[in-house]
């Protein structure tokens, strides 16, 4: 039976992958609402910030690992095995979160045993939202394996649309949610069933890369020993975080990783993956890692004119999930690398006039051309690779996602949160006085190195004695992040030279033109 006619293409399983991600979306925004919202999560169990931090940060690490790890073994156990692992991974999530509101309602004092079910609980969803991202971006690459990059925009739209739906939906149920915060855990459930149901019969095709004959070892060997010390080095770095181990085990666990991977597959990779896997680090961190700025420049005018800052979030995933279903006619004219640099044009725009805007109209038309930028960013780099790549298969196409993942909370995070710091001091230098900075000042180390930040306890002892002055340097520092994103401009700036070398060499090439493996997946 056919599985891959691109006359026919199998719309049911296409529109299922699709739910499956928009379950990912409503999973991420109901729990970054739980764990935001000093009302939830952190009333209910005591959490500080850094406990809620941590929460958060566990349903998102084991989402990047299990992307790439389930790529290597997906081929041999299956697209529907995946697919019912993940919705098992949802319903163990629900099942453990319940169960911590359960331990806290027997005894308030159990705080520890009830937040180490939902630790655990967002773990499990974080290998989950993986799993899906697993199979439905290869299942998605075969079944339009000779328009990838139209397709998985579109398919991608389900993320910024599950945001938009499931923001709507989390707004409109206001106080059931505050008066209990388990019908946040309930919504998950709405689309996770309609996609079970929709793929649990479904035929899903056999991958391009199996379909051709492309051996295991040949796809390894597309990704090889380059894509594998990037992946290894951002998955065993995060590990490390984790679970607190120590640089020589870390290290140790890297290189075994890497030599047993480069003694198996005997290849250093293809050159146009491993510079895409370099190039994705800075687009991750554009497009994911300044969006937590943008959202609370624009949260703090939001709440001037009495609307909830939720409704930033919203607007800027609507942006995206319209402009996604439209990205097919948009590169039938320019060509993928086309898009990519023309994304990271609007991107440096965007970024430069967001941090300049000072009204509320100038921010929104500052944010909507930086939505603009930041749209077609991932799911035309998984076609771009998918395109050049194919005999990588679905390991190549979303090791690039995890990398892009990873990096963000390795690197990315770390280096916009040092970029606001230095742009903060300049601020309080400038403004109030060196002085004054050195006596609010801390000193940190981060994965580059050192640095230098504000210290809130200190601004708060300086307020005992100088009201004044503390008030002068908290100002600074706020207008700061906004002065911040202008500085943050140079990750696409830097992607944009990328892609224009990419163009020029293609050009030199005969142009860009996708592979094609010339076998169809049946």
């Given at each position: 039976?056919s ?7 199998n ?10 991600l ?20 952190p ?18 690490w ?37 169960k911590?509101?359960?331990?806290i ?26 799993t ?8 998605v ?35 059931k949610?505050h ?8 919504v ?13 019969k ?10 051709s ?10 990704f ?14 995060q ?5 607190a ?14 030599v ?5 597959c ?7 993956l ?38 930033v979030?919203i ?10 279903f ?13 898009l990519l ?14 941090s300049k ?37 679905a ?10 993942m ?28 060196a ?7 801390k ?11 504000v ?26 992040n ?41």
């Amino acid at each position: 039976m056919s599985h891959a006619d691109p006359e026919k293409p199998n719309m049911a399983l296409f529109w299922g992958c699709f739910i499956a991600l928009i379950t990912t979306a409503f999973a991420f925004i109901t729990r970054a609402f739980l764990v935001n919202d000093p009302t939830l999560w952190p009333k209910a169990f005591g959490l500080d910030q850094v406990q809620a931090q941590q929460l958060f940060g566990a349903g998102i690490w084991p989402f990047a690992i299990s992307i790439i790890v389930f790529s290597l073994i997906i081929d041999r156990i299956g697209y529907k095995t995946a697919m019912w692992f993940s919705f098992i991974c949802y319903a163990l999530y629900a099942t453990l979160a319940l169960k911590a509101h359960g331990v806290i309602q027997a005894n308030p004092d159990a705080k520890k045993e009830a937040y180490n079910l939902l630790y655990w609980g967002s773990i499990i969803l974080g290998l989950g939202n993986g799993t899906v991202e697993a199979y439905i971006n290869p299942v998605v690459a075969t079944i339009f394996h000779r328009n990838k990059t139209k397709w998985l925009n579109i398919l991608h739209a389900g993320w910024p649309g599950g945001l938009v739906i499931g923001g709507l939906i989390t707004l409109a149920l206001g106080e059931k949610a505050h008066s209990d915060w388990r019908v946040l855990v309930y919504v998950i459930a709405i689309p996770a069933v309609i996609y079970v149901v929709m793929l649990a019969k479904a035929a899903f095709p056999v991958n391009e890369r199996v379909a051709s004959g492309t051996s295991y070892r040949e796809m390894l060997a597309e990704f090889g020993i380059l894509g594998a010390a990037i992946a290894s080095y951002l998955i065993t770095a995060q590990l490390a975080q984790v679970f607190a181990w120590t640089p020589v085990v870390m290290w140790s666990v890297f290189a075994v990783a890497v030599v047993a991977f480069g003694a198996y597959c005997r290849s250093l990779g293809r050159g146009i993956l491993f510079f895409l896997c370099l190039v994705m680090i800075p687009l991750a961190t554009t497009e994911l890692g300044t969006d937590g700025a943008i959202s609370g420049i624009m949260e703090e005018r939001m709440k001037e004119i009495g609307a909830h800052g939720l409704w930033v979030l919203i607007y800027t995933s609507a942006i995206m999930m319209v402009l996604r279903f439209f990205a097919g006619s948009i590169i039938n004219r320019i060509s993928p690398l086309g898009l990519l640099a023309m994304s990271a044009v609007l991107a440096v725009v965007g970024l430069l006039a967001l941090s300049k805007a000072s009204s509320l109209a100038a921010i929104f038309i500052a944010a909507t051309v930086y939505g603009f930028g930041k749209t077609f960013f991932w799911p035309t780099t998984l076609g771009v690779v998918s395109e050049q790549t194919p005999k990588g298969g679905a390991l190549t196409l979303n090791a690039i996602g995890g990398i892009g993942m990873l990096a963000v909370g390795i690197l990315g995070g770390p280096v916009i949160g040092a970029i606001t710091e230095k742009t903060a001091q300049a601020a309080i230098e400038e403004k109030v006085s060196a002085e004054a900075y050195a006596s609010v000042a801390k000193d940190g180390k981060y994965i580059l190195g050192s640095y230098q930040a504000v210290d809130a306890d200190k601004v708060a002892e300086l307020a005992k004695t100088d009201e004044a002055a503390a008030t002068k340097i908290s100002e600074a520092r706020k207008s700061a992040n906004q002065s911040a994103l202008g500085r943050i401009a140079m990750f696409p700036i830097f992607m944009l030279a990328c892609y224009i070398g990419l163009i020029l060499w293609f050009k030199a090439r005969g142009g860009y033109k996708p592979v094609n493996l010339g076998g169809s997946a049946h």
